[in-house]
């Protein structure tokens, strides 16, 4: 499913989570999260995956190589590399560096 995206120039993703410490506040904690599934959306596709579905490699080459949309984003992509095998501090770099927008700023600041 994740080949659906290679063509696009981004896309926005939302991730799922829970925690194994019992309380809700946990579950916003992107240290303690475990990523249930992750949503895509371009302007041609949208999809819903299992974490345990997903291709890490593919992932994170997309996660490197395109513009990234989110609500909140800079908490999704923090528990994403946290479970992304193998993962490089200068993938971990780019990936940050192909945020685009995050909802959440643009709602608090009106951008």
């Given amino acids: 499913m994740l080949d659906k995206l290679l063509n696009e120039p981004g ?4 991730i ?5 410490v ?13 990523i249930i599934c992750v949503s895509f959306a371009s302007d041609s596709h949208s999809f819903v995956l299992l974490w345990d579905d ?3 490699q593919q992932l994170t080459h997309l996660l490197c190589a395109k513009k990234l949309i989110g609500q909140n ?10 479970h992304l095998p193998g993962i490089t501090k ?12 995050d909802t959440k700023v643009g709602i608090v600041t009106g951008k």
């Fill in 54 to 56: 997903i291709d890490k």
């Fill in 11 to 14: 896309f926005a993703l939302d």
């Fill in 90 to 101: 200068e993938q971990i770099k780019q990936i940050f560096n192909n945020i685009y927008f």
């Fill in 22 to 34: 019992g309380d809700t506040a946990h579950n916003c904690y992107h240290m303690t999260a475990q």
């Fill in 73 to 82: 984003i800079k908490f999704d992509l923090k528990a994403l590399v946290k």
């Fill in 16 to 20: 799922e989570t829970t925690s194994d």
